[in-house]
């Protein structure tokens, strides 16, 4: 998984394809193949009961579970799915399509990998760049991933949108680009009585979530908990290798 990207890597698109999209397609695209699956391969607590799954990397990202919400099929149908629900907004289509594929690309870079060609073939497409580190829980994912080459991911994404398509963050690219691709801003607008610069402040605020997410979990990680470093492929040495399936 990354912890950042997901969300840092939409304007990147934008600055190549911003008038063919929705940034709020891309983010929702972006967004949706761990909607399903994050809490309970963190585990939570209801009512005094520990959830998690049992084989957190098998659930997550294998079969039995729900791997296959991690392929580029799956992206294609639910992208189908919302050009219908937006009365065949292409815009949206295209959107959807192009975050949730990042998404599932993204996170094939981590030692459990996706099934992106699901159903075609159900085994998992892994790079191994760092050590899938969900079955430590939140914290101990979060300190695994940002003393490793996942910490290089996201930190060269910020840099890659500020030195490449910081444009994508002005004023002025949000009224004639991102506003004029995609009619759900004047909807918003109308249900949501907000002024332009309130919409503006919530489409910068991902890319400076990302950013500060990137920041702070990494200082959280290693001046507070004291994380040694792991740059080395498939680190941090001291996470436990995944249960096969």
Partial sequence: MSWAAHELENFYFL??????????????????????????TYGLNIGGIHLKA??????????PGLGFTTSLMAG???????????????????GVLVGYSAHVI?????????????????????FGMWAYGAG?????????YYSSLGFVMDAAWV????????????????????RPADPAWGWLERKIALPERAWLAFYR??????????ISWSIWAHLVQGAPWDLSWGGPYWVAPFDPW
């Fill in 54 to 63: 049992e084989n957190p990397a098998q659930f997550h990202r294998g079969w």
């Fill in 106 to 126: 993204t996170d094939s870079f981590d030692s459990v990998g996706v099934m992106m060609f699901w159903p075609f073939y159900n085994g998992n497409i892994s």
């Fill in 159 to 178: 840099l890659i949108v500020v030195v490449f398509a910081w444009r994508v963050l002005s004023s002025e690219y949000f009224r004639t680009v991102v």
């Fill in 15 to 40: 600055k190549h394809i911003g008038r063919r999209v929705s940034y709020l397609g891309l983010l929702v695209g972006a967004l949706a193949p761990d909607f399903l699956t994050k809490l309970y």
């Fill in 136 to 144: 430590e829980g939140k914290y101990g994912d979060a300190i695994a």
């Fill in 205 to 214: 605020a991902f890319f400076f979530y990302g950013a500060c997410r990137t």
């Fill in 76 to 94: 294609v149908i639910f992208a189908g799915l919302i050009y219908l629900i937006s009365k065949r907004n292409k815009a949206w289509f295209f």
